[in-house]
């Protein structure tokens, strides 16, 4: 089992910059690959950003490329997702999760622990 818990969402706004943190308890943090998901309202959940074991493999989701950095700290427990240059359709609950497994992976169906989720609200 894994828990993770989000903190450092907020309201910013646009061109702000926020940092999510998510730490993990449970089983060994340092074998799990991590990431970062969002739901905007109406819309269904996304892949944001992946991180795998030891943090040297990251993937983006084109629209934050460039613009958010995913991190962590094995010795925390820790990951966090660095988001710069905001903007408003950034709006959403972000949620971090993690797959049984050390690969970085973009796709939701392949996590199996998740968070509670953070409210990150941009506003123009």
């Known amino acids: 089992q894994v828990q993770l818990v989000e903190s450092g969402g907020g309201l910013v706004q646009a061109g702000g910059s926020l940092r999510l943190s998510c730490a993990a308890s449970g089983r060994t943090f340092s074998w799990n690959a991590m990431g970062w998901f969002r739901r905007a309202p109406g819309k269904e959940r996304e892949f944001v950003a992946a991180i795998n074991w030891s943090g040297g493999i990251t993937y983006y989701a084109d629209s934050v490329k460039g613009r958010f950095t995913i991190s962590r700290d094995n010795a925390k427990n820790t990951v966090y997702l660095q988001m710069n240059s905001l903007k408003p359709e950034d709006t959403a609950v972000y949620y971090c999760?993690?797959?049984?497994?050390?690969?970085?992976?973009?796709?939701?169906?392949?996590?199996?622990?998740w968070g509670q989720g953070t409210q990150v609200t941009v506003s123009s």
């Open positions: 999760a993690a797959p049984p497994t050390t690969i970085a992976t973009m796709e939701a169906s392949n996590y199996d622990y």
